[in-house]
Structures are given as C-alpha cells and as structure tokens.
C-alpha cells in the first residue's frame, strides 16, 4: 500500500524550551491515517496535517470502548540521527491486542514503515536533551454508527506523535507506590494483556484515590485472591529480593512490556538470577520490612526505568533499601538509555533507524 503525504501549510510553533516538555502534552504537526471497511481491508493510508476526527455520535468506540493503543518511542542521537526502540514489537502487540478486541490486523511492516515515515516528516520535533524523546501513539478506534454490541465493520487506525520528557513529573526521583487492596484491574480471561483503553479507565478511580494519598500509582494485585503482585498503572514491576530479580509471569492478566522484555534480556546476559513467578504481597511486605527487598523498579516505555523508593499495604509504608535510586535500577536506565540514545552498542538488533536528522 502507497502512503501518501499532504504537509500542512501551517506548522505549529515548537515548545521551546525542552525541559518542561512533560508527558503527551504537545503534538506534532502531522499524523498518519487510514480506514477499515469490513471486505475491503485498509484504505487510503495517508500522512496529513494533524487533525481533529469527526465521529458520528453513535460511533462504536464512544460507547463500548472497542480501542487499542500503542506507545513507542523515537529518539535522537548525539550525530543528529533519528531511531526508533523495538517498533517490530509494538506492531506485534498491537496486533494481540487487535486479535482479543475482535479488532482487524494491521501488517508489521507496513506500520513500523508508516511510524519510520511519519517521524521522519516529523524529524524537526524531535527533542535533544537527555531524557526527552519523540513518543508516538498509534491508535484504533472502532467506527460504526450504530449502537448494537457487536464487532464494528468499520475502523479508523491513526499515529499521533507527542515530544516528551519524563514521565512524572519527579523525573526519575523514587516514587511512592500504593497496593491496591480494593479495586482490581484484571481478571482471569479478561483483558489485561491488551493494550486496550478499558483497562486504564477502570483503573482511574484507584489512581485517583492513590494520588489524593500522595502515591504516584497503585500496584495492582491478581483479580482472583488479591494476593500476587501484578504491575502498576504504566508500567511492569521489578524488585530485588536478595539477589534475585523478581517480576510476575506473562499469565495473561499483564501487559507484556517491552521494556520488561528488553531488562530482562539485559539481566539475564549479566547472569543475574531471573525469576518469572508469582510473588505474594507479603512475601513482598516482609522481605522490604526485614530488609530483603534491595530494590524495586517500574518498566515503561513512558516511565523507562523508574525507581520505587516507598510501598505500601493496607496503610503500612515501607521503604525500598534505602529509599533512593539502587544501583542496579540505575544501570539498567543508563544501560537501556545507552543503547536507545547510541552510546552503547546495539547487539540485539532493537534500533530500526529513521533518518539522518
Ligand atoms: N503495563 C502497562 C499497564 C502499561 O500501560 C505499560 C506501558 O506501555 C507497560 C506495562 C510497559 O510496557 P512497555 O514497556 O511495552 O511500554
Ligand atoms: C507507554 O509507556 O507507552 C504507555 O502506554 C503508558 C501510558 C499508559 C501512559
């Protein structure tokens, strides 16, 4: 399929200052777009001036939330050359999540060729100063207009792209983080390892009761007996128990990070004691009360390495080894930045290149 591409006669003023960038707040001056019908397959891929969308107020999407989404990212480097992280990987993703929300398959290569191109119209937005990067957001959304529950015949697949800086607005400062011991966000059979837009909304109302306490997140805990660790909002969990790397197994019930995927491969090649299992809260809570918990981290595209310096359970709060950034928290972002930003070697073939910036 041919994309192609109408420039907008009216770029945006760029923020100027990239230090305050944030996360998600601002958008580029253009997005790729294409549509679905139902025997006919992807129409009209095409790179456009950003835009508003016209949905009927029936469409599908507004009331039974048939959506995927994606986040990657594309950086630069110091010789000016633009790459993008893993971008085969979220394609994939996007794919498994399209598969259990009954939603239609868009081909790997042509979309990490759609993201390449789109960025590469886009090369000016892409940020400098260590930390910043430009994240893109592809998205589908069902596009019916009728208000029956079933599969849609129509879809809309879009990137936005967003120049972004960290991820909270601490930076990569330890943050606070709460176990959720109320609300749940995935159950068995569910949809928890899809990147699907119901997950975050039922999460919403635990976040928001976890940041009127202060915490930054909630760490969700299994939907069937609350008793085993499972994520947090944006990202996968990891923690040092002794000399054990511990995070929870790809049951179904999380997202399948790719930065999990990426520290896990990194941990495993320095001989780091990997284990994907379940871990009970309390195994969790003891180990931090008796100084066992060494360290614990989130995994995130949006989030990259974050330190987690505070936890806490049924209003009991801990603190993480000595509550500050571990050390191997910080090797791993610098190690993952490294290879992401060019300053170390990419050996496992995870930088797909765009252009020469
Ligand atoms: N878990 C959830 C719920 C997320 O939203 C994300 C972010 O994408 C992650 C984990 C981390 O996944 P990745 O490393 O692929 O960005
Ligand atoms: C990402 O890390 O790309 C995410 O999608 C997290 C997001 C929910 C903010």
Redesign the pocket.
Known sequence: MEISVRLTETPKRKPADESTLGFGKHFTDHMFIMEYESGKGWLNPRIEPYHRLALDPASSVLHYAQEIFE?LKAYRRQDESIVMFRPQDNCKRLNASAERMCMPQVDVEFNVEAMRRLVEIEKDWVPRLDGTSLYLRPTMIANDEALGVHAASNYIYYIICSPSGAYYPTGLAPIKIKVEDRYVRAVRGGTGFA?TGG?YASSIRAGADASAEGFAQVLWLDGQEMKYVQ?V????MMFLLDDALVTAPLDGS??P????DSILTLAREEGLDVQERRLAVDELMEAAANGRLKEAFG????AVVSPVGQLSYRGEMLTVGDGGIGALTQRFYDELTGIQRGRLPDAHGWITPVCRG
């Open positions: 986040g990147k997950n994520e909002g944006a990202m996968n999380i997202l990070g790719i930065t999990r995994t995130g595209t949006a």
